[in-house]
């Protein structure tokens, strides 16, 4: 028996189907490819790719399930052609690198999505705008411009593979001769040697840097919309392709609206004049001030829209919501004796006296919008 137990490798139970065979080959080849988790795991990614260039193969599984590896040259087993590289590229064609099966890793690989957070302010998501994001990403290096090369020089043929990437073993065994097909140690699988790399990125043909980049945010975005600018993520190694950002956006708590839908929710304490006899006032909003009108015998909970000040409406930019006030009346706590003269007159003249206090289902309150006692709760304290 192997070493190294192919079942274990790919975390399969021995009489795993070849479907569930492939499917963990799939996640752990991803997890463990070189390009993707870097190169600290080729040994690990080289012994997945192993395991399954045996288990996916019926007439090598059997034989390995017998106790003879057909990939271990001190175990007895028939010949085979072949390895993992085209194991990988039938599975994920050509992403990786592989090409035809049997050709040279390419150095130019596409870069990763990247993905940022950014906040914004309610106005910004009423009307839309431009803002400014800051992020750390791979970029091109501009020393050597992605070629991972130190000045004018390039690449050479690996001696090793002659340029394949790829090199054979032949062993002889008890039951024949086997030949087994690897990448090249030396040059790693490009079939190609950087002997002077740029001293700026080691070869890679990238480097991390922070950079600004410009959101253009749409009128009527809410919290968690995202936003994906395309090729603004990661530049990928040599120079490849950059993948695309996506920005989460998050809206700042405002100090005078709360939004709900492409509504806009305020609060507003009045005194108890203004209630009892109406009155005009300005309100502050995105707009600019505007006129807000208070009618006669307004109550407390009493609510005033202003039509088509609200939220543009992220589907159609020439709707917008609207802004609704809520009242708060102010009942006065520190009376003068004069004041108090007055609203004893007041009451004289309203026979408040005679008054029958009601209750239960006798009273009812205004009707305001869904959540307003905890809305009023917040306004109260």
Sequence with gaps: MAESDYYETLGVKRDASQEEIKKAYRKLSRKYHPDLAGPEFEDKF?????????????DKRRMYDMGADPNNPNSGAQSFQGGFGDIFT????????????????PRTQPGRDARAVMDIDLKTAVFGGTSSLDISTYQVCTTCHGTGCEGDTKPTTCPECKGRGRVQHVTNTLLGQMMSESPCPHCQGYGTVIEK????????????TKRTVTVNVPAGVDDNTRIRLNKQGEVGEGGGP?????????????????????????WMRIPLTWAALGHKTQIPTFDGDQELEIPAGAQTGSTIELKGLGVTSLRDASQRGNIIVHLIVETPTKLTDEQKKLLEKFASLRKDDDYTPKSGDEVKMPKSSKGFFGKLKDALS
Excluded at 46 to 58: E, Q, T
Excluded at 197 to 208: A, E, F, I, T, Y
Aim: a negative charge; aromatic letters at 8%.
């Design 90 to 105: 039938d599975l994920f064609g050509s992403a990786f690198g592989a090409a035809g099966g049997s050709g040279p890793i």
């Design 197 to 208: 790399p740029c001293p700026s990125c080691q070869g890679h043909g990238r480097v991390r």
């Design 242 to 266: 950059a993948g695309d950002l996506y920005v989460d956006i998050r809206v700042k708590k405002d100090d005078t609206f709360t939004r709900e839908g492409n509504d806009l929710h305020s």
């Design 46 to 58: 080289k012994a997945v790719n192993n395991a399954y260039d045996v288990l996916s193969d019926p």
